[in-house]
C-alpha cells in the first residue's frame, strides 16, 4: 500500500520540479506553490497512517502479552482451586464446571469473569489458619486476579480503539492516493500535449516516472567532487533505478555522517559556508521499492 502511495508522491515531486523549470508548464491551472501543498499534504497523510499502524500494533502487542498473562494465571488458580477444595464435593463441582478452554481475548475474558464471580463465592479455605478467602500463592488475591482481569478488558479496549483510528487513516490514505494518481495523470497528459516530442521541453516532462519501479536502486555513484570556491562543495552523482536520493556528509569535526539532503530528485548537491578542511559525502539512491547500498565516500578538500 505505501509503495504506490509513495510512487504517486514521487510524481507529485517530480511534477513540481518540471514547474519550477518550465513557468509556462501549470498543469490543471496550477502553480508551483499549490502542487508543493498536494506534496505536503500527501506527506501529512502518510506520516498519520504510520503512526495509527504503530499505535495499532503497539496495542495488539499489549492486548496479546495481557492475554497470556491472564491465560497462565487462570490454568494456575484452578489448578490450586481444585486442589484446596478436593474434600468439599459442592465447591469442587463448582469448580470443575468452570470454562477451561479458552484460546482468544474473548474466551480468556469469559474464563476470568467466571472464575472471579465463583471464588468470591467459595467456602474459606480449609487449609489456612484461620480460614480465609482462597490465595492460591502468595501476591495472587482474588483482587490481584481482578486486576489482571480489569487489564485485559482495557488493553482490548485499546486495540479496538486503535483499529478504527487506523481504519480511518488508512481509508484517508486511499483517498488521498487516488487524488495524487489521478493528478499525476492529468499533468503529464497536459505536459505532453503542450510540448513536443523532441524538445527540451518535453526532456523535462517525460522524465517524471509513469511506472513503480520494479527494484531497488544500484549502488549510488559519485561523478564529481569538488570545491569550486572557497567554503563550498559540488556533488554530481546517480544511481541506476534511483528516483531519488539521500546525501549523507561528516564534517572536519564530525565523528559520524550526518543527514543534510533528504528525498532530492536532483542529481546535484551543492553546499555553502562550510569549514575549511576535509568534508565526506555519501549518496544513496531511494524509489518506491526502497534505499539502495551507499556510495562509495567522497571527501572533498575545502579551502
Known amino acids: 500500500m505505501l509503495g504506490e502511495f509513495d510512487f504517486h508522491l514521487l510524481q507529485v515531486q517530480y511534477i513540481k520540479a518540471a514547474m519550477d523549470q518550465l513557468p509556462t508548464f501549470q498543469p490543471l491551472a496550477m502553480t508551483p506553490a499549490q502542487m508543493q501543498t498536494e506534496y505536503d499534504n500527501g506527506v501529512t497523510v502518510r506520516t498519520s497512517f504510520q503512526g495509527k499502524l504503530a499505535a495499532l500494533n503497539l496495542a495488539r502487542g499489549d492486548m496479546y502479552e495481557k ?38 481475548v474473548e474466551e480468556t475474558t469469559i474464563r476470568m469473569e467466571a472464575m472471579t464471580s465463583l471464588w468470591g463465592q467459595l467456602p474459606l479455605d480449609p487449609n489456612v489458619t484461620p480460614p480465609a478467602q482462597l490465595v492460591p500463592w502468595p501476591g495472587m488475591t482474588k483482587a490481584a486476579f481482578d486486576t489482571k482481569l480489569t487489564a485485559l478488558k482495557t488493553a482490548q479496549s485499546a486495540f479496538v480503539t486503535a483499529v478504527e483510528d487506523f481504519e480511518m487513516d488508512e481509508g484517508d490514505l486511499h483517498a488521498k492516493d487516488a487524488h495524487l494518481a489521478d493528478l499525476a495523470v492529468a499533468a503529464l497528459a497536459e505536459g505532453r500535449a503542450q ?41 554530481e552523482f546517480d544511481a541506476l533505478h534511483a528516483t531519488s536520493f539521500d546525501v549523507l556528509h561528516k564534517g572536519p569535526s564530525d565523528t559520524e555522517f550526518t543527514n543534510v539532503a533528504d528525498d532530492i530528485i536532483e542529481k546535484v548537491y551543492n553546499a555553502n559556508g562550510l569549514a575549511p578542511g576535509n568534508h565526506e559525502y555519501k549518496i544513496i539512491g531511494q524509489n518506491s521499492r526502497g534505499n539502495g547500498p551507499e556510495s562509495a565516500v567522497s571527501t572533498i578538500a575545502v579551502a
Open 67 to 104: 492475554l497470556q498473562d491472564g491465560h497462565q494465571t487462570a490454568i494456575g488458580v484452578y489448578g490450586v482451586m481444585k486442589t484446596r477444595y478436593r474434600k468439599d464435593p459442592g465447591a469442587l463441582e463448582a469448580i470443575t464446571k468452570l470454562p477451561t478452554k479458552d484460546q482468544t
Open 195 to 235: 510540448f513536443n516530442n523532441g524538445t527540451a521541453q518535453r526532456e523535462v516532462i517525460d522524465s517524471i516516472p509513469t511506472t513503480p519501479a520494479s527494484q531497488a536502486p544500484n549502488q549510488a555513484v559519485i561523478s564529481v567532487a569538488t570545491s569550486p570556491a572557497a567554503s563550498q562543495a559540488h556533488l
